[in-house]
């Protein structure tokens, strides 16, 4: 079981930067694969960037690459999404999620549990 909360969210000017944490409870949080997604007015809900229970690998979204950073503390049972030379176009809900096993990292079929959402609106 587990259950997880986002934050981090909010207004920011394109160019700004931001950090999403998500804080998961329970005792296996080291052991998933967590992801991070988002989701746009009018949009469906896409994959952002997913780092293994490792830690080793990082995956990201094209469109992403170079200005976000996934990592984890295991030890706080927390992912981060560090968010810099944000764009409007990322102006969407963010969602973590949580996933057992991965065989896709940007498949969101593949994730178990996932977070309320936290707002982030980027202001040109």
């Known amino acids: 079981q587990v259950q997880l909360v986002e934050s981090g969210g909010g207004l920011v000017q394109a160019g700004g930067s931001l950090r999403l944490s998500c804080a998961a409870s329970?005792?296996?949080?080291?052991?998933?694969?967590m992801g991070w997604f988002r989701q746009a007015p009018g949009k469906e809900r896409e994959f952002v960037a997913a780092i293994p229970w490792s830690g080793i690998t990082t995956y990201y979204k094209n469109s992403v690459k170079g200005r976000f950073t996934i990592s984890r503390d295991n030890a706080k049972n927390t992912v981060y999404l560090q968010m810099n030379s944000l764009k409007p176009e990322d102006t969407a809900v963010y969602y973590c999620a949580a996933a057992r096993t991965v065989v896709v990292a940007s498949a969101e079929n593949e994730y178990d549990y996932w977070g309320q959402g936290t707002q982030v609106t980027v202001s040109s």
């Open positions: 329970g005792r296996t949080f080291s052991s998933y694969t």
